[in-house]
């Protein structure tokens, strides 16, 4: 079964508006860990946020943060502000406890945004 | 700057030859690295987790005799692609977690594309 679930394959947002990229998991493990990552066309993996089970209040780095809805078990990125440079896939990704010794990442689809100027 | 490192980020060779990606980890020690795949616009996809000094585990569906794996040192891990054919071309990526705290992001290389002809 799908763990980790991204389900818009592409996204356009014109330049200085914000947009929302949508993620939603499954887990029975009360122990988890959920990041984003930022794949430019150039390949490279980019670390943007990362918010854990525990966390008490929404992950917030620069102009991204994580919308952390537990009982939804959804964990939506909001970029603010969006510039030209924001255009790359996002890649949404789960580690659970079980996988906490190796850490072990379970990556949802990707959602490709793109800019308008 | 980079915290991982991998090498080659391109290789363009002939069917049946055996190919060497290096992902060496950047002033730490990683006792783990994973290596993943990834097709054209589609998400990472886990091959196997190396563990130093130990054999790597493999995903399942991921054979273990075509991608030899071999982590050799706390800060390099080798994937092979033997005897590759037209169908291994893909990016191969891997990364690289510093510390065993659940909330430390794997740090991935900037990859590898390799193309079979």
């Known amino acids: 079964a799908q763990k980790i679930t991204q389900t818009q394959p592409g996204m356009f947002v014109q330049e200085k508006e914000a947009v929302t990229l949508d993620c939603t998991y499954d887990?029975?493990?009360?122990?988890?860990?959920l990041f984003w990552y930022k794949q430019p066309s150039s390949g490279e993996m980019i670390f943007l946020i990362y918010q854990g089970s525990y966390d008490q209040q929404n992950a917030t780095e620069g102009r991204y943060s994580l919308n952390f809805q537990k009982a939804r078990k959804s964990a939506n990125l909001v970029i603010s502000a969006s510039q030209l440079g924001d255009s790359a896939m996002y890649f949404c990704?789960?580690?659970?406890?079980?996988?906490?010794?190796?850490?072990?990442?379970?990556f949802g689809q990707g959602t490709t945004l793109q800019v308008k100027p | 700057g980079a915290v991982v490192s991998q090498h080659p980020s391109r290789v363009i060779c002939k069917s049946g030859t055996s190919v060497k990606i290096e992902c060496r980890s950047l002033?730490?020690?990683?006792?783990?690295m994973f290596w993943y795949r990834q097709f054209p616009k589609k998400s990472l996809m886990l091959m196997a987790t190396?563990?130093?000094?130990?054999?790597?585990?493999?995903e399942q569906g991921v054979e273990k005799d075509k991608f030899l794996i071999n982590h050799a040192s706390l800060t390099l891990s080798t994937l092979t692609v033997t005897s590759a054919h037209p169908e291994d071309s893909s990016f191969y990526i891997c990364?690289?977690?510093?510390?065993?705290?659940?909330?430390?992001?794997?740090?991935f290389g900037d990859g590898t594309r390799l193309s079979i002809l």
């Open positions: 990704a789960m580690r659970e406890r079980g996988s906490s010794n190796t850490g072990k990442l379970i």
């Open positions: 002033d730490f020690q990683a006792t783990t």
């Open positions: 190396s563990n130093e000094g130990s054999k790597a585990t493999y």
């Open positions: 887990t029975s493990d009360p122990s988890y860990g």
């Open positions: 990364s690289a977690r510093i510390a065993s705290h659940s909330n430390q992001p794997q740090h």
